[in-house]
């Protein structure tokens, strides 16, 4: 009986938040159109995947859209952008430049700077990047 009784807690106090942030979005929408030019926190959409209590609002995320999700390439949907509007990858060619190859979506990195690196497959691939390693962190 003991354990039903916390499990009807942790699901009231789960709603609750839901319900809470419900109200928060309202709230934001409402301010939005009363006030344009007021900068209103908005929930992230990074953290739309978390629990209702880890879900964070964010000041960095503007009318546009989440400039996490940007970053990566990714629309607030976590959908790819256009390579268009994809932002460059930024790495440093061997000319000392910026590169400016868009990243891959989901990545910080285009695909020349690591961004479709998936690492070496094998155990002698493996062996072969602890060996280069080694080498280059000797002192």
């Known amino acids: 009986m003991e354990g039903l009784r916390k499990m009807l807690t942790n699901v009231e106090v789960e709603m609750d938040f839901k319900q809470k ?3 928060y979005k309202q709230a934001v929408d409402e301010i939005r159109e009363k006030c344009p030019g007021v900068r209103v926190a908005r929930l992230c959409p990074a953290t739309a995947h978390l629990s209702a209590r880890g879900q964070m609002a964010c000041f960095e995320c ?5 400039l996490r999700f940007h970053e990566l390439g990714l629309d607030d949907y976590g959908e790819p952008l256009a390579e268009a509007l994809r932002p460059g990858c930024g790495a440093k060619t061997n000319a000392g430049e910026a590169c400016q190859a868009r990243v891959v979506p989901g990545k910080r990195r285009c695909r020349m700077h690591g961004g479709l690196s998936t690492g070496p497959k094998t155990e002698k691939g493996r062996e072969r990047i602890r060996q280069a390693q080694k080498r280059r962190w000797k002192g």
């Open 21 to 23: 942030i419900a109200r």
């Open 62 to 66: 503007n009318k546009r859209g989440c």
